[in-house]
């Protein structure tokens, strides 16, 4: 999380040395789904490729802190438009 709590940053590891891949939604499938989710939850994704495997790396902007945003509706702290 940055210091003033408006970006979350997600980093998970992976062993293969295949890209993520969204694969179309199929209501049917059990299971493969979690790229997806993040997906649609995040303004940022992005996989690195170090020596060996794969680092997966999300950004998800949070709400302005408590007292920071401009009016008294919170907003969403990277596109500015309402929460809710």
Same mark, same amino acid.
């Given at each position: 999380?940055?210091?003033?709590?408006?970006?979350?940053?997600?980093?998970?590891?992976?062993?293969? @040395?295949?890209? @993520?891949?969204? %694969?179309?939604?199929?209501? %049917? %499938?059990?299971?493969?789904?979690?790229? #997806? #989710? +993040?997906?649609?939850? $995040?303004? =940022? &994704? !992005?996989?690195?490729?170090?020596?060996?495997?794969? #680092?997966?790396?999300? !950004?998800? $902007? &949070? $709400?302005?802190?408590?007292? =920071?945003?401009?009016? @008294?509706?919170? +907003? !969403?702290? $990277?596109?500015?438009?309402?929460?809710?």
């Amino acid at each position: 999380m940055t210091p003033d709590a408006a970006l979350l940053r997600i980093t998970v590891h992976d062993s293969s @040395p295949r890209p @993520p891949a969204l %694969r179309a939604y199929d209501f %049917r %499938r059990v299971g493969r789904h979690g790229l #997806q #989710q +993040v997906a649609r939850l $995040c303004d =940022q &994704l !992005h996989t690195i490729a170090p020596e060996s495997g794969q #680092q997966i790396v999300a !950004h998800l $902007c &949070l $709400c302005h802190p408590v007292g =920071q945003a401009s009016s @008294p509706v919170a +907003v !969403h702290a $990277c596109s500015g438009r309402p929460l809710g």
